[in-house]
């Protein structure tokens, strides 16, 4: 199907495009990679009048670290995360992440922050954000501010950005040289959703487990962070028996519906074991740093 006419705009500051949004308040939409937001316009989910296209501002495609974050641009594309050398090691969660991502053609274009704005509860890069615990930067006509992940992910396609506001960088702390994560997804075949998914991030004191984040995928409204497990595992010797403790408690925090892809049942144990697998690689890459 086609998608309802629409006026577009394609403007070359991030001024210009808060003013269009401003502007055309509810009717208009930003267009990042447009592999998310084009299907929904061509089954008629969505029908803006407007599309303001953020692709030809300079200066939004920035994948670096400075003060002590990984600073993702509003621009940095699903494939960019993928191949970038910064992505391996500490950050290597993300990195892990991005290759399951849908296919090289989703990939290519799409975009993290737009993946996190649509805040599809089968999206990948919510649950990646929640384990790292990163923040948003989103800015509006009234300047910018930070949006902790937590906060800003609040349901199926809902976030708490306002209509005029716009992502312009995903942030991720830096979680230290004695930390590792990775992302385990399962998908039916490649370029699929997941069917469940498990987000972790570990870093470790002393031999004793010092922050923890894990976030899940496909099993609820929005992608969940299993906080019972965190704190469970946080301070903890990241023993057989805590590993396999923690793992059951995030499949008690799964919120699965069940569907085409699989059973409640099936789903929650599928978040179990993904997060013992999860947590025992984390572990091992980050003893591997602090020796
Ligand atoms: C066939 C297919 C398979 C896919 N499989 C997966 C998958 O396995 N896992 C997964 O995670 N995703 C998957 N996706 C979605 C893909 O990752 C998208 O790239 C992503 O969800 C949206 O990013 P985008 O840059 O394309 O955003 P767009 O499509 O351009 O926009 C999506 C929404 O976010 C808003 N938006 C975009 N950027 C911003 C911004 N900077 N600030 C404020 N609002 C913004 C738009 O207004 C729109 O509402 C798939 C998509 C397709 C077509």
Redesign the pocket.
Known sequence: MYPASFEYFAPSTLEEAISLLNEHGDEA???????????VMKLRF?APSVIVD?NRIPGLDHLVERDGELVIG?LVR?AACERSPLLRGRYRLLGDAAA????PL?RN???V???L??C?P????GAVMLAARASVV?QGPAGSRSIAIDDLLEGPFATT?AAD????EARVPDPGERASGTYLKL?RKV????TAAVAVQVSLDNGHVGEVGIGLTGVGPTNLRAGEAESALRGAEPTDEAIRSAAASAAEAAQPQEDHRGTVAYKRNLVRVLCERGLRTAVAAARAGEE
């Open positions: 939409k930003v267009m990042a990679g447009g592999q998310s937001l084009i299907p969505a953020l509003a699903h399951l991502v849908s296919d989703v274009r799409g975009t922050c737009g993946s704005a649509h599809d089968q999206g990948d890069w989103a950005l506001e716009i992502i312009t998908e370029g699929d959703y997941a």
